[in-house]
């Protein structure tokens, strides 16, 4: 049988024309060419394509077209309900770059126009994730009913069978929780193309095999999972913040809420693409900027990833009002897109950073230079640096360790334990650099040293209240070298992955000697606020400013603020010319009390 070949598209068309497959028989399928115009009914798949070299082959229009293993197992289940499909590797040439930057700007209208969004998780593993929906469902009515609010964790034995929940035993044995929790670490969250693809659906049902039920069941049962702290909540809590991100990309298009790209590309940056382009083009569709009046975002797959976020970088300084991208935490690793210059952020390498100029964090209202005062780009004559208005106002003197994370990437106890071990040395070495214990003032605000140095930790998030923030830290830092925040912590079990028993047996420890005020009260209110420091160092200058920099901070660096920079960036020497390190928090300078336009120059940023 001869090898499938597409017929051309359209070019320059007006009206917006797709393909369509529709089955014919087991894995023979026929390819048309429809107008979205004429609204034509059909279903939308979204679901990953594994790995490229597993392939099998299905007959279309007579020929036979190879496709991968993944997408053939979803359509050995789709075929006899699902009649007329829409499908990415199918209805578009894969390996015409002109056709995929005709056809890739259109798929926000195709996922909205079809009728529902089949989201293919893969096949059934041994047992079915998506079997115990049903049973968390009634879970949660049985709980709301009773208005009860408690966990798995302290309900009884017979109110777990009362409400339908696993026991004790089930819980370890039981492998419908265990594929439960398996199910939401399938590749299909990771994949940045699902935010777009679900965010404009009109429906949607997620698929396991044979199983499927609504999104909206799936969502609530998973989320109900992870706050009732159901086993194996241990492997559920990081799979389901990345859910729950997900959720939020739907509701602010329910909403008709406008998101700029930039804050996309930050906020989904962990999402994978096997493209290092689609990093950027599968967010454009939900931008509210990327259209031909502002950004202009070309959907191009000839041009070099590097080329196009420096073109992206670019667009977004010219029409931007502040200079945020460049708060976009740089990673000092390889880049698989090759070199970039400094003020180009890499999109390809994903970061656990938070940006001081982050939308997500409400309290970021940093403006440590003028609200009101516009910057002027300068290029040099190779695109690859820039010049802005700016002031280096001190140099870094003293660097801490990295304040990182060890729940992430750490998989034995023994790893966890170590992990800890750096995690507290880390604070503890930036005690010593601030001198908290020395009784002096920390001279930019007056302020106790110990008072400025608490701030600092947390970036100025006092939101709480003063007093409030201040007796938070104070329980935090008694409690904190015997590691009891991290076991209060409301997802304290996360980094374990220990037999119910035990756990079950901690908590109760915990629950009755700390009580109600440590599980829910300025520990756990100080540890939260601490989440925006993580991956990042504590530092101290020349003058003696304190702050929280980038992980890639050195001695020696600069400390600058620039003409619409809202907070103080991190620069480093190459000459006459500098590298962006990254933002920073300098306590005593957040609010423009450093900053003088008189005293800017142009500075260079390669």
């Known amino acids: 049988m001869e090898e499938f070949r597409y017929d051309p598209l359209p070019i320059n068309s007006n009206t917006p024309v797709i393909r369509l497959v529709t089955v014919v028989s087991a894995f023979e399928y026929t390819l048309t060419q429809v107008s979205l115009l004429d609204r034509p009914c059909y279903e939308a798949l979204s679901y990953c394509w594994g790995n490229p070299s597993k ?4 007959v279309c229009n007579g020929r036979t077209l190879s496709i991968t ?7 050995r289940q789709l075929q006899l309900e699902h009649p007329v499909l829409w499908i990415d590797a199918i209805c578009i040439d894969q390996s015409s770059s002109a056709e995929k930057g005709q056809q890739v700007p259109l798929m926000k209208n ?3 126009a079809a009728s529902r969004v089949l989201i293919w998780l893969g096949p059934i593993e041994n ?14 009515d049985a709980q709301e009913a009773q208005d ?3 966990s798995w964790l302290v309900l009884s034995e017979a109110e777990r069978k009362g409400y339908g929940l696993p026991g004790l035993i089930q819980s370890v044995t039981d492998p419908a929780y265990k594929a439960f929790a398996n199910l939401l670490e399938r590749a299909w969250f990771t994949r940045i193309w699902i935010i777009q693809e679900l965010a404009v659906s009109r429906d949607a049902i997620v698929m396991e095999g044979f199983y499927q039920c609504s999104w909206t069941d799936f969502i609530t049962a998973v989320f109900y999972a992870e706050t009732a702290k159901i086993p194996p909540f241990w492997k559920t809590y990081v799979p389901t913040m990345s859910i729950r991100n997900i959720e939020m990309a739907r509701q602010a298009v329910k909403n008709g809420e406008s998101t700029m790209l930039l804050a996309l590309l930050l906020f989904y940056r962990r999402s994978s693409a096997s493209n290092l382009r689609d990093k950027i083009y599968a967010l454009c569709g939900l931008a509210s900027d990327a259209g031909l009046d502002d950004l202009a975002v070309q959907i191009d797959y000839n041009i070099q990833p590097a080329n196009l976020y420096r073109q992206v970088a670019i667009q977004i300084l010219s029409k931007g009002r502040y200079l945020d991208i460049l708060s976009v935490p740089r990673v000092p690793e390889p880049s698989d897109v090759g070199p970039l210059p400094s003020w180009v952020p890499d999109w390809s390498i994903s970061d656990h950073s938070t940006s001081l100029r982050s939308a997500t964090v409400l309290w970021f209202n940093f403006n440590a230079t003028s609200k009101d005062e516009a910057y002027t780009l300068l290029q040099g004559n190779n695109n690859s640096v820039i010049g802005l208005a700016g002031e280096v106002i001190d140099n870094v003197s003293e660097v801490g360790d990295v304040y990182i994370d060890y729940t992430l990437g750490h998989n034995t106890r023994i790893q966890r334990f170590k992990g800890m071990a750096r995690h507290e040395a880390a604070f503890n070495g930036w005690e010593k650099i601030a001198r908290v214990h020395s009784g002096t003032k920390y001279w930019p605000t007056g302020e106790d040293i110990l008072d400025a140095y608490w701030q600092t930790l947390i970036m100025g998030n006092v939101g709480d209240g003063y007093n409030a923030t201040k007796q938070q830290f104070h329980q935090w830092k008694r409690l904190y070298p015997a590691r009891i925040p991290n076991l209060l ?3 304290w079990l996360q980094w374990m992955n220990l037999p119910v028993g035990l756990y079950v047996s901690i908590s109760g420890i915990i629950i009755s000697t700390f009580g109600h005020e440590y599980r829910h009260g300025p520990v756990v ?6 989440a925006t420091t993580l991956h990042r160092r504590f530092f101290k200058t020349t003058k003696g400013y304190i702050g929280i920099g980038p992980r890639s901070l050195q001695k020696g660096d600069a400390v600058a603020l620039f003409k619409g920079g809202m907070v103080p960036l991190v620069i480093r020497s190459l000459g006459d010319k500098w590298e962006l390190v990254g933002d920073c928090y300098v306590h005593g300078i957040m609010h423009g009390e450093a900053y003088s336009a008189q005293r800017c120059s142009v500075l260079w940023i390669a």
């Open 55 to 58: 392939r099998k082959s299905i």
């Open 69 to 75: 293993e993944s997408l053939y197992n979803a359509l």
């Open 110 to 112: 195709i996922y909205e």
């Open 127 to 140: 047992h079915s994730g998506l079997g115990v929906i049903h049973s968390l469902l009634n879970a949660k």
């Open 148 to 150: 009860d609010q408690r």
């Open 489 to 491: 912590n409301s997802d």
């Open 525 to 530: 209110a100080f540890s939260k606020k601490l």
